[in-house]
């Protein structure tokens, strides 16, 4: 079981880039799914999480910017990101908990075992 991020680039500030997480070894669309990101000197920080039922949480930093959802149908998770700033920037993480068939969204980096290796997003201005 794995889980791989795509969708990353160069975006000028004000853009919009959509991440995708796509699970793979597995069908169940229900395992809750994050989003995290880091930049260089920086520790990495939740960016938004989504529940089995889909209830969905966001850092405050990305509130009303980014809108985390999930495929009807396949084991992928969504992260649509407008308004992007350059604070923005950094490598973007898909984790994935699948220890537990139902589970509320976290933002708690612990609570995810299945890591992709990342994409890059960098806003510029």
């Known amino acids: 079981m794995q889980v791989a991020e795509s969708g990353g680039g160069s975006v000028q500030v004000g853009g919009s880039l959509t991440l995708s997480c796509s699970g793979s070894g597995y069908t169940y669309r229900g395992y809750r799914t994050a989003w995290f990101r880091q930049s260089p000197g920086k520790e990495r920080e939740a960016v938004a999480s989504i529940g089995t039922d889909g209830n969905t949480r966001y850092a405050d930093v990305v509130k009303g910017r980014f809108t985390i959802s999930k495929n009807n149908t396949k084991p992928i998770v969504y992260l649509q990101m407008d308004s992007l700033k350059p604070e923005d920037t950094g490598m973007y993480f898909c984790?994935?908990?699948?220890?537990?068939?139902?589970?509320?969204?976290?933002?708690?980096?612990?609570?995810?075992?299945?890591w992709g290796q990342g994409t890059q997003v960098t806003v510029s201005s």
């Open positions: 984790a994935a908990d699948s220890s537990k068939l139902w589970a509320v969204a976290s933002l708690t980096l612990s609570d995810f075992n299945l």
